[in-house]
Structure formats: C-alpha cells, structure tokens
C-alpha cells in the first residue's frame, strides 16, 4: 500500500518514503496534533491473514509501546487501513548497525558501548515479558549520538507462528535474505522450538561477536549450512582476529552463544552488568588490550568464578580501602532521552522529584514518581528545576533558568509544597539552594553583580567569591555547610569546601577537574560528591570533616549524586556528557562538525576563518586539559600543549593558554618554536585576547580577595596594568587596537582606552543581555548574541554602535535537539564570513542505589 505525500493516516500526514523491504514500508510523518514528525511503518496485508496470529502482535506491540526505555523504539501508536497494520513509532536519525558495520570493524570500546545498550534495552523487554525473536544488525539502529535503539519487537510474532511445530524460516526467500536471517538464530529457533528470552541471548552474542571480530558467528554457502553450524558448529576464537580481545570479552560472548538455553547467561541484565564492569577496566580504545595481561586476565577469570559460584563480586571492582561487600543494587526510575538537572527524595521515601528536559524539549519540567512505577507524573511546573525538599515536604525550586556560560547560571528561588498550591517567590539570581534539617531556613548560593555568595540563613554571608559557587547543602545537625567553590566562572573545576556559623572555612577536598554533584551521608560523617580525577569519568566518592578521601564507587560514563534516603539509599545520575562543535563557513549549505574528543571548546577563530583554538576539558583532555589548533575545513587537529586555551595571535604563530598547575599564562608555538612562560604574577587569570596589532594582549583577571577587572600587557611578556576599575570587565579590542569595549555590574556597555588615553565612553545602543561575540573589522558594528527563551536556539545579531540598528545575522540550533543544556561559546570573523559554535550534550538515568558503603 504506497503512500504519497500529503496522504493521512488517521492524523498522520504523509511527508515522504523512508524505505521499504520485506517487512513492510516505512515514511515520515507529521502529528500535528503534538508538532513532533514520526515514523510510520505499514506492514503487507499478508500478515494479518490470521486473525489471533494479529492479535498477539497487537497485544504485544501495546506491551512495547508501555516500555518507554531509551534503547528500544519508542512506538507511540497502532492502527489498521485498508487491511494493513501500521505502527506510529519515534523518528530516528543515523543508521542501522548493519550499515555501520559495512565501514568496518568497530573498536573494542565501541562495541562494548553498543552491546550495553542493547543488553540494557532486551532487559526491560524481558523483564515484561516481551521477546524480540528476530535480533539481528538489522534491527539494531545507531543514531547519530551514538544511542542503540532496538527496532521491530512484536514483528515475529506476526511474521512467525507459535507453538512446538512452528516453522521458524521460509525457504521460499531469497538465499541471501535467508542467510541474514538465519545467521543470527538460536539452535531451539532452527529446530522450531518454542525460543523465550533466552534466543535473544543467543542472537545478541552473535551480533556482539560480529561488531567484535567483522565476521559473522556462524555462516555457510547455503542456509542449510549456516543452521548446521548454529546446531553443532563452535564460533572461531575471538582471539584468531589479533586484535587484543580481552579473554573476559571473549567469555561474555562464547556463554551467549551455548547451544543449551540452560547454560547461557539466565538475563540481559547479567550480560550488561559483566560487559560494565569489563568496559571500566578498558575506558579507552587506546588500552582495548590491557586486561589480556597475564596478571589481569588471571584476575578477570577469578572474579568469573566467584561471580558464579557465590553471587557477588569485591567491592574492590567498585571501591578503594574496604576488603568485600555485596555488589550495589541500582533501580532505574527513568526512561526517556534527555538530561536531569537536579532530583530529590520526599520525605516518605519512596517518592522521588526530579526536573528533567525530555526528548528535546527546551526548558527543565518537574515530575514525580514513585519507586517501582515506569512512568513519571509532570508537576505541571515548566521552566523549572528542585533544588531540595524539606523534613515537612516542601520544595526549593528555581524558577526560570538564565545561563550565565558553563555550569553558572541564576533563577528565582520560591517555595512550593508538594502537595499542591502554587509557588511562592522568595529571592532572584539563586545558583543552588538547600533546607536545614527541621525545614525552618535555607541555605542558597548567590549570584551578585561581581561575585558569588554563601548565605545561610538568607541574608547571612558565610563566604564570597569572585568565582562561583554550587550544591550549597546544610549538614544533618544544621551547622555546617558543604559547598562547592569554582575559580573559573563556568568551568566546572573546583574544591570542596565545609562553612559553619562561625564562617571559619575548611577545605575537605581541593581541586577536582569535574566537580558536579554533592550530598551529607544521613549521619553527617561524610561529604558524598561525585568528581573527576586524572582525566577520567565522573565517579563517587566520600570525604570526611578531616580532609580523608576514598572512593565509593566507578562505573563506565559519569555520575552525578543528588542526595540521601534516610536508610542509605542513594540517588544517583548516570551520564553521558558531550560538549561538541559546529563550524559554519561561508558558501557551504551546512554546518560541519569539528568535535574532536568528548568536551571540545573552541576558544578563538583565526581572522581568515581557517583555524579554530579549542581546548579538550574531558576525559579526552585529561586532568590538566589540552589545547589544539585545527583547520575549519575539518583536518585532524594539531596538538599544542596541556591546558586551558585562551587566545590565537594575529598571525597565528602562537597560543596563550593557561596552565592549569601554577596558574600562570603560557606561550605555546603552533609551529617550530619554544614554549614561554608569559605571565609571573599573583593574578587569576580569565579569557584573553590580543591586539590587532599583536603587540599587546588584554584579558580579565583578578587579584587575591580583589574583584575581577580588565589588563594589559605586552604581548612579549611584562607586568600586567589594570585597564577598567574593579567589576569591570571585556576583552573585545576595536581595530585600531586603542580601545576595549567592557561591561560594568550594571550592565552598561563603554569603550575603555587601553593606553589611558581619555575617558571611557558609553555605548548606549547594546542592552544589559546582549552577549558580545566580536568586534566587526568596519569598527562600528558588532556581532552579538541575543537572549533567547530556551537552550537550543542562539540568535545572533549585527549591532550598529552608532545607530542602534540590529539586523539577525544568524539564528542556530543543534541538529539534534535531546539533551542539550545549552549552546556556545560562539566565535565570529571580523568579517562575519566564519563561525563556529559550541553545544552541551547531557543524556541521563536518574536511578536509586541500594548497598553502598
């Protein structure tokens, strides 16, 4: 039944042919009902011609389409026209596994990230008792992010009869479809046996064995061959592709491949959790091989065995410093694509509050759920986020988010009960908040016009910084607070730090590359926070008042901890974090993707267009960050050195970046030449740039306990000179090289003189949230971003100086909606001909863990 465009399906309007093949045709729709596209797949009248065998695939499809987990396809909708089912199911944008793997083997890493996706989707399929029965490549789809989803569950209960004589293939198909098919079978299939969960176990380690090795597990010239070589024939060794496959790996995928159900791996869970734990021995690609060390691999069988034999694993896998314990218990709560900002217990314990942006949607929303329930109930609160619940059960929520750049951010704080009513606004331009332990006073971090503060109660300052603050949490006893302190505006590195009344500071914990997340322990004898060390994922770990670190637990991606049950349950994010990069260059249609490793931040664009400066600050990056140069046009990046990049000179031949350890500016070349030390001060150092000229560099800084203000100095190294009174800052020098325009606490805009020569002058035409990107080489105009209601869209405007008069010179928005927390930073050529843009990625599962210690 072909479709043209325009055609309708109940609601659903036709837009265009997606694909067709045996199972049917697949198109892009519209619902304009929820302005969303979709995918319509129309099944052939055939398969309906039994009436009970369309039964069972409806009833099924119902089954799936209850799931909601964010590696199987999201099927929204079922119906019937004209004799023929079809499926309404979620729009998908990448590529079939079977694609991917037509390019190529995939490293190691990467099918260990895939087959745990696929494990973790044919766990909650089997846990409700849904059976795939026809896993292939196929029906595995990788999107562009990376994401697995599962496609087709239902469809061979409509293709395939049930029961103990069921033919579970039909020879009248093409040999090669048959083979495709048939390569992936489990032995009871082949017999035509009744096939449970335990054949998708099968056909999994088929796949994973293929994405390992780039050939298939078992394959013949004829498909009577193939099934005679599933029935008695043995997967070649792993080991025959010389390509370094750890012997646990190797053992993963040879017990989902036993020819007896009984002796296979009994669940998907169990396969996902074994191939976790193996992935956080090899987190990159660059040590696949480490675990096939004689000593690692004696280990990896040891813990095999008493996996099987006593059920539970050392707590050395997770933990440092305790001998055993039984492994953690984790429970997901949610299921959808997106990012969670923040989450909270109630105070009964078995509900949990959480904001979240799901599936593209631009603002944080608040939900409810309970623990054991799939599905999440919205509060009806948009553009909102919990920050904390009281001992009384009622909620701190901050009201509309406005990004400040990075991690930073304000909002309106007010006070809601969870039971209803409406929010009661208390302060403006609140980071984080928490309750004292009897619900009576808050504790919140606070943005002001040149600094962070530490109240608690509000109105009391325990601490202030010109950096900023965040997770501000009130101890169980109500006298201390735990906080985080960051440097660097934006930059999620920082200390963790302990204030009481008295305002006499601790510092538990200095400088940890990604600290995001903290939390008290119930009886107040630990600080719980999740951070980054040594350049790797996020992991949990616990400090306590004296400073004593260790770590609780690791687990391959990163987690974010958000707070205590009051019997130890934790309640953690898993994540996936991504910080990625466009660049936009004139005549080409499209933007083009120069990301180069997980958290790309581009810093400064050449004024030909033809280089971007981008520092990595993730696990790519390491601990102390690294700095590269590139070529718009997508070249592979050229290393410059470790640190925080900050400014490219005119001519290109040099970098300023900061490094990390002593704070200090350094001189990096881009080609031959010597690495310099630029800056021998006392001063923190912020973003940079040079003059036109390249005689002199202006950047922001700040001088211990002083506020942040602008300096100059020689570009061949000097002592810097304060340019803008203290609260003052900007780095966007005019043409000629003489003046600095700046922004004051107030938000008016001036053009400082660099060399003190004159007074600042107003800009009057550039409003308090127009976020200058660069100064345009006629000298008047500038290229600005303009404040938007929602953290995908950036429009950036030409502003005359001299007339006021605005023009949109670009509106951008990521490819990929999901899980973006916000765009930029943005970079402009003087002739506005070259762009490149940054995006934030965060894809997360709010789960709760029972068991740790």
């Not at 999201?74 to 596994?97: H, K, M, N, Q, V």
């Not at 069921?166 to 048939?182: K, R």
């Not at 000229?693 to 810097?720: L, Q, Y």
């Not at 004159?758 to 404040?787: M, Q």
Request: glycine share 10%; charged share 25%; with cysteine.
């Amino acid at each position: 039944m072909a479709l043209n465009a325009g055609a309708k399906l109940g609601p659903y309007e036709i837009q265009s042919p997606l694909g067709a093949g045996g199972m049917g045709e697949v198109y892009r729709a519209r619902d304009p009902r929820l302005g969303r596209d979709v995918a319509i797949k129309v099944l052939p009248v055939s398969f309906t011609a039994d009436a009970e065998r369309l039964r069972r695939f409806e009833q099924e499809a119902r089954a799936v389409a209850a799931l909601n987990h964010p590696n199987i396809l999201a099927i929204y909708d079922i119906g019937t026209r004209e004799g023929a089912p079809f499926i309404i199911s979620e729009l998908l944008e990448g590529e079939t596994l079977r694609a991917r793997l037509s390019s190529g083997v995939l490293p190691v890493r990467k099918a260990i990230e895939y087959a745990v996706q696929m494990a973790q989707g044919l766990s909650a399929a089997h846990e409700k008792g849904i059976v795939h029965r026809d896993l292939k490549p196929e029906n595995i789809f990788v999107t562009r992010d990376g994401r697995i989803k599962i496609l087709d569950f239902g469809l061979a209960k409509l293709t395939q009869p049930e029961g103990d004589h069921a033919e579970t293939i039909t020879h009248q198909t093409e040999a090669g479809v048959v083979l495709g098919t048939v390569g992936y079978m489990s032995p009871e299939q082949v017999r035509g046996k009744p096939a449970d969960h335990r054949s998708d176990l099968f056909s999994f380690g088929a796949i994973l064995y293929e994405m390992l090795s780039g050939r298939r597990a078992f394959h013949g010239e004829t498909s009577a061959d193939t099934m005679s070589a599933i029935l008695r024939g043995e997967a070649p060794g792993l080991a025959e592709t010389n390509r370094g496959i750890a012997p646990g790996l190797q053992q993963i995928v040879q017990h989902c491949l036993e020819k007896n159900p009984e002796e296979r791996f009994q669940s998907a869970h169990d396969i996902a959790f074994d191939l976790q734990l193996l992935s956080g021995q090899t987190p990159s690609s660059a040590r696949e091989s480490a675990i096939s060390e004689p000593g690692l691999r004696k280990w990896w069988l040891w813990v095999a065995v008493a996996a099987a034999t006593i059920g539970i694993f050392l707590a050395g896998y997770f933990t440092r410093g305790r001998s055993s314990a039984p492994s953690p218990k984790f429970r997901q709560l949610t299921f959808q694509r997106g990012s969670i900002q923040s989450a909270a217990f109630a105070p009964d314990g078995q509900t949990v509050i959480y904001s979240a942006m799901w599936n593209g949607k631009p603002t944080p929303e608040i939900f409810s759920t309970r623990i054991g329930d799939l599905l999440s109930r919205p509060l009806q609160l948009d553009d909102s986020q919990v920050a904390d619940i009281s001992s009384s059960g009622e909620m701190a929520i901050l009201e509309h988010w406005r990004s400040l750049g990075g991690w930073t951010g304000r909002a309106m704080l007010a006070r809601m009960a969870i039971s209803g009513g409406a929010p009661r606004e208390v302060l403006d331009d609140v980071q984080s908040a928490s309750w004292s332990p009897d619900g009576s006073n808050l504790a919140i971090a606070r943005h002001t016009s040149t600094s962070y503060r530490l109240e608690y109660p509000i109105g009391k300052v325990l601490y202030e910084t010109p950096g900023w603050l965040d997770y501000v949490r009130v101890s169980p006893n109500g006298k201390q607070v735990a906080f985080i302190d960051h440097p660097v505006l934006g930059d999620s590195r920082g200390s963790l730090m302990m204030v009481g009344s008295d305002k006499k500071l601790n510092v538990l914990s200095p400088d940890w590359s990604d600290l995001v997340g903290l939390a008290w322990s119930p009886n107040g004898d630990e600080v719980w926070f999740t951070a980054s060390e040594s350049g790797i994922n996020r992991a949990l770990f616990a400090v306590t008042p004296s400073g004593r670190v260790r770590t609780v637990l690791r687990v391959p991606g990163s987690l974010t901890i958000h707070g205590f049950a009051r019997d130890s349950r934790v309640l953690l994010n898993s994540d996936s974090y991504r910080r990625g990069t466009l660049a936009h260059r004139e005549g080409e249609k499209s933007d083009h993707d120069l990301t180069w490793f997980d958290w790309t931040r581009a810093v400064d664009l050449s004024r030909d267009g033809q280089w971007v400066l981008f520092d990595e600050e993730g696990e790519g990056g390491g601990h102390d960050y690294t700095v590269y140069i590139r070529k718009t046009d997508g070249s592979p990046a050229i290393l410059v050195g470790p640190g925080r990049a900050v400014a490219l000179s005119p001519d290109g031949k040099w970098v300023i970046a900061e490094d990390i350890k002593t704070r200090q500016f350094v001189l990096y070349p881009t080609g031959a030449g010597e690495q310099k030390q630029l800056t021998h001060d006392s001063l923190v150092h912020g973003s940079g740039r040079w003059t036109p000229d390249g005689k002199w560099i202006v950047f922001d800084g700040f001088e211990p306990n002083k506020k942040p203000r602008t300096w100059i100095m020689p570009a061949e190294g000097g002592d810097p000179k304060p340019v803008t009174p203290e609260g003052i800052l900007g780095d966007q020098v005019t043409p000629d090289g003489e003046r600095v325009l700046v922004k004051d606490p107030e938000g008016k805009y001036f053009l400082s003189p660099l060399h003190g020569n004159g007074s600042p002058t107003a800009v009057s035409t550039l409003k308090t949230d127009d976020g200058v990107i660069a100064l345009a080489a006629d000298g008047h105009t500038v290229f600005a971003r303009e404040a938007v209601q929602n953290a995908w869209t950036m429009r950036l405007v030409s502003i005359d100086l001299s007339t006021g008069k605005r023009q949109l010179f670009k509106e951008i928005e990521p490819p990929d909606r999901a899980g973006v927390l916000a765009l930029g930073p943005v970079q402009i050529t003087p002739d506005g001909k070259t762009y490149v843009f940054g995006f934030t990625r965060r894809l997360s599962d709010l789960h709760v863990v029972e068991g740790l210690r």
